[in-house]
């Protein structure tokens, strides 16, 4: 395992060791599914390499992407993982991953026992939380250009990878805007 799983995560080193003896390797190929809709999430995985695209089907049966992650990120059906109930969104590999998996009864057992790895968990959920919070709040209604900008920003690998509708999807504007914006984009570079 290298060190990026523990980047930014502020885990002393010791306890990255217990951390990482919880953990299982598991590797998905692109376009295998880390979960689909209906299944428990039993695992929450800390990405390695490649990046995850986690979607739902809207009422009309069309898949509206809503989260991108890469390496250095926990990644799973947060609602099902921590509720033990069925997904209601899908996980899929945009590119070959390595992922390390931990089950949610070791988690917990991990939290009761060990104060840094509580206190780590707290923090990737309180950050997951504001990313969250401040897309749904400021980044959603942005102009379509700027919400691409800023994607590009943010996803720097992701737009290689990922298909074009998931990304117009995962802004919340149409394929064809999206197009025009990437082809003005690459005429004015």
Known sequence: MKDILFNGLDLPPGEQVVFKEAMSARRLKKGEYFITEGQFSIHLALIESGYLRTFHLDHNGNEVTTEFNGPGAFCSSYHSFYSQRPAYESIEAITDCHLFLISFDALQKLYAHSLPVNIMGRKALEKACMDRDYFLKKIIHLPAKDKYEWFLNVYPEVHRSA???????????????LSRIRRKLSLNQ
């Open 163 to 177: 298909r074009l509708g998931d990304i117009a999807s995962f802004l919340g504007i149409k394929q064809e805007t």
